[in-house]
């Protein structure tokens, strides 16, 4: 039993305990409930409390409802609250259509659509989502069944199906050759081939299409006829287009033709050679009584000014306007190298900060001429970028060769020197305590000041106050010259000032104990 503040005992309620239901074709359940008190119940009021709108007997909507109630006396009061959630597990429904037919484009594929809009469905709770695989856009070729998929708030899903057959509608494209002339065998009679390898057909779904030719191949034409060959192309599908074209029958065979073997020749100090006349060496005959003029190309005595092959071409032509060619290559050689006309002259450098000097790339300081061109491939021994130490003489020898192999070189010495002095660095101004003689010792200097040198480890040292002179007097001041120099001769100095100053502090002496 609960007591107030005032000694009464508060009332209680008894409440379901949480309940859920599941819908029924409305989307709502109802639910008839009890709330009875549960102690101290003498002038009590039982009331709703929680503002849902929902109480018992009524249709409660889907989810979750909280009932609360309160029971008071007009002084205490106390609540009880229960949930009864309504849940969906009814499936919505989805209708699907039949076969659906659609035609394919030039690439013998159909774009899928959106079917999502069409089919229907239901659902006791709303309006399902409606999706699609494959998804809408997706390129079908053939055929392919589409699954539509409809699911509820509450995640309940239906499905059904149906198919996608892709129509060929389009006819294959047929371009046939232009009006042209056959040539007699030497028989004087022209057999009609078979065409059919020289029209141009395209379909967007049949890679293996079905051609027939009029007249057949084997048909026999006199001379001076121009029947017309007609093509009828046919796809899978049964899709058909048609093209024909004119055939003039003449003299077509052509003078056989045989060229001699390459030719070359060297290049002069200009660059250039003359083509000789190679129509004499040219071997031409043809089927038919007459003569057969050979032609060259480009003509005999024309200038070539470059290395490299040049072809020349041969035309044979009969008495019917009939021609055959042939060709060769005719290398022009280019066997004069390069000339040097000025080099590097020997040379010093000067070590880097490691004690190195790194070798340059001398190619552009050599100047140089070529009998037929201005672009160069140079090499250099030493290559770029190769240390040389210091105190080295070293042979450095250019290369430079045209495209044709041609090459030319030069050398130069260089030798290596140390022009950098140590580095050396002075204390700043120092004051130097006194000892307790009031003495300043003079120190070796070396053991604190920074001094190093990129070749010399060991660079000799001097200061201008011998080490272990004396100094006195209380703020004397002294000029220190330091000097340093390399083993290659490279000097530093520098010079600091020392004040001298006393940090020790007076000794004071009592005297005994005194008795007055």
Known sequence: IFFSFFGQAIPTLTCPSDTTLFNNSICEHSLVYNINCASNCISTTIYQSDNSGYSSNDLFPLGTTLQEYTITNGTDSSTCSFNISVVDTIKPEIFCLGTQNVSANINCQATLGDYTSIVSSSDNCGVPVITQSPIPGTLISGSMNVTMY?????????????????????????????????????????????????????????????????????????????PFISFNVTDISGNTSVCSYRISVIDSIPPSITCPANQSAFLDLNCTTSLPDFTSIV???DNCSGTVSVLQSPTAGTILNQSGNQLVSFISTDNYGNSNSCSISFNAIDTI?????????????????????????????????????????????????????VGSSTLITVSAADSSGNSSSCSFLID????????????????????????????NFLNSINLNDNCDPNPSFNQSVTIGDTLTGLGFQQNIILTTADSYGNTTSCSFVITLSDTASPEIICPDTQYV
């Open 337 to 389: 190298a390069p000339i040097i006309s000025s080099c590097i002259n020997d040379t010093i450098r000067f070590t880097d900060s490691n004690c190195n000097y790194i070798l340059e790339d001398f190619s552009s300081s050599v100047t140089l001429s070529d009998n037929c061109q201005n672009n160069y491939i140079f090499s250099q021994n030493p290559t770029a970028g190769t240390p040389l130490s």
């Open 150 to 226: 409809a699911v509820d708030v509450s995640g309940n899903t239906d499905s059904c199906s149906f198919l996608i057959l892709v129509d060929d509608n389009i006819p294959p494209t047929i371009s046939c050759p232009t009006d042209s002339n056959v040539y007699i065998d030497t028989n004087c009679f022209y057999t009609l081939a078979d065409l059919t390898g020289y029209i141009s057909v395209l379909d967007n779904c049949d890679p293996n299409l079905t051609i027939t030719q009029s007249p057949t191949a084997g048909t026999l034409f006199n001379i001076g006829t121009d």
């Open 416 to 443: 290596v020197e140390d022009n950098t002095p140590p580095l050396l660095i002075c204390p700043n101004n120092p004051n130097v305590p006194l000892n307790n003689d009031c003495q300043y010792i003079i120190p």
């Open 283 to 285: 071997s031409s005959s």
